[in-house]
Each structure stands twice: as C-alpha cells, then as structure tokens.
C-alpha cells in the first residue's frame, strides 16, 4: 500500500512535470525566436508575449503541481527513490509527449539519447 | 546550430546546477522550517545564499525559454543533463566527496546520451501544414 502510494505520487510528478515541459516549448515555440523579438521589439515585448501566453501560464500550474507534489512524496518516501525515479523517467515520457503534442521528429537518435540519459540520473542520484 | 545557441545550453546547465547548490546552501543555514510555521519560509527569501539561488535559477529560466524557442525540447532536455554530470564533479572537487562506481557509470551514461543527441539536428523542420498556428505577432 505504501509502495503504491508512491508510485502513485512519482507518477504525478512525472506527468505533471511532462505536461508542463511540453506546454512550455509549445509556448515558446509559437512564440518564436526570441533573439529575433528582442531585436525587433526589445525585451518587454518578449516578456509580455511569454507571461501572457495561455500556454504558458497553464505549464506554471502544471509546474506548480508536480512541485508540491514532490514535496508531498518527500514527506512519506526516501528522497534517494523519488527524485532518481521521477528525474529519469520524464525523460522518457518527454520523448513520447513530444512526439505526440508538439510533432517532433523522435528518431532513434533522440530515443537512444533519452534511454541513456535516463539510465545515466537514475544511477548518479540513487 | 550556432556558437551563441550552444552557449545558451552551458547558460543553462549553469544556471541550474550553481542555482541549486546556491538554494540548498542557504536552507541549510536557514534550518529546518516545518509546515505549521511556513511564514518562516518568506524570511528565508533574505537569506544571501536564498536570493543568490533565486536570480541564478531566474537566470535559468530566461535561458531554458530561449531555448526552447529555437529547439526541440527532446534536444534541449538531453542535450543539458550534463547539469547530473556536473553536480557530481563539483562534489567532489568543492566537498571532497567519494564517487561510487555506479555513479561514475551513470556520468558515463549521461555524458554518452549528450553526444549522441548533440551530434543530430536541434529542431525538427516541419512541414507547413503542420507549423503551429502563431499566437500573436510573428
């Protein structure tokens, strides 16, 4: 019961955290370059385009709650599972979430890269 | 992928980990707040090492837009996960930590899945149909 309950937590985090990454680079994304915007407009028009982007500000909550939500498996579970696991499996959940919502080109290389860079956090924060 | 963007990738890779160290230093002199007194973790923002962490996590967060303006987040993501590789060197060179064999693997692992992912393109070229509608002025 107890192992479900942070499973259970680790997988809000990661899909929380997932979601607010994707909504993030699709905010920039339609956004665009921001050097090109800054140049053009400076930097208040960058910040105003990013603060007032619905994408953006639905990543915040997103972000808000796979913090809290940490926060809250910290409480009963061992940082050494919880962080380790939650770090590197949004790596994983990215590379699909990515390809899914935003369209991007996940090809071998980007998955391999995903799988090792997982494997690798896993064993450095444990 | 130019000279510039690349140093946005060490800015925030940087950012993140001097953030970090810079956070937890300052709430390890702050001391433990519990949950019933958490107004004490409004105090905390005046801690030095606290306000240094925060501009330096600010400082992430600027360039981790930037970024994801130009790339693709399943570039980006990969691509500064050196910031694993980088805190476990620090802690040894700045804490004179001992480094386990499965953490040395595990910076091996990281560091190989960098240059794989650097090594491919940064941004998925896309066709227009599918280009994502523009919000705004573009």
């Known amino acids: 019961m107890g192992a479900l309950r942070t499973w259970g937590a680790i997988a809000a985090i990661v899909l929380s955290s997932t979601a607010g990454d994707v909504l993030l680079s699709r905010a920039m994304r339609q956004i665009g370059h921001v050097g090109d915007l800054w140049h053009r407009a400076g930097p208040l028009a960058v910040l105003r385009a990013v603060v007032t982007h619905p994408s953006f500000l639905l990543a915040l909550l997103f972000m808000a709650i796979s913090f809290f939500g940490l926060l809250a498996a910290l409480s009963w579970a061992d940082v050494s599972l919880v962080v380790p696991a939650a770090a590197s499996l949004t790596y994983i959940t990215n590379a699909f979430a990515a390809n899914l919502f935003l369209r991007e080109r996940v090809d071998r290389r980007r998955w391999l890269a995903a799988l090792l860079v997982c494997a690798g956090v896993a064993l450095l924060a444990a | ?138």
């Not at chain 2, 001391?31 to 501009?55: D, H, K, M, Q, Y």
């Not at chain 2, 987040?73 to 990969?78: A, F, G, H, R, S």
């Not at chain 2, 910031?83 to 040395?104: D, F, K, M, N, Q």
């Open chain 2, 1 to 138: 992928m130019t000279l510039r963007k690349y140093l946005v990738l060490v800015a925030i890779v940087v950012f993140a980990s001097f953030g970090d160290i810079s956070l937890s230093h300052g709430m390890k002199r702050v001391g433990t707040i519990s949950l019933a007194r958490w107004t004490e973790l409004i105090a905390a923002v005046f801690n030095p090492w606290v306000a240094l962490g925060i501009v330096l996590l600010l400082g992430f967060l600027v360039s981790y837009l930037s970024a994801l303006s130009w790339s693709d987040l399943t570039y980006v993501l990969p691509a500064t996960s050196f910031g694993y590789v980088l805190l476990a060197l620090l802690s040894v060179w700045l804490l004179g930590e001992r480094v386990s064999i499965t953490r040395w693997i595990g910076i091996l692992l990281v560091s190989s899945g960098i240059a794989i992912v650097t090594r491919g393109p940064s941004a998925t070229r896309q066709p227009p149909e599918l280009e994502p509608t523009t919000g705004g002025d573009k």
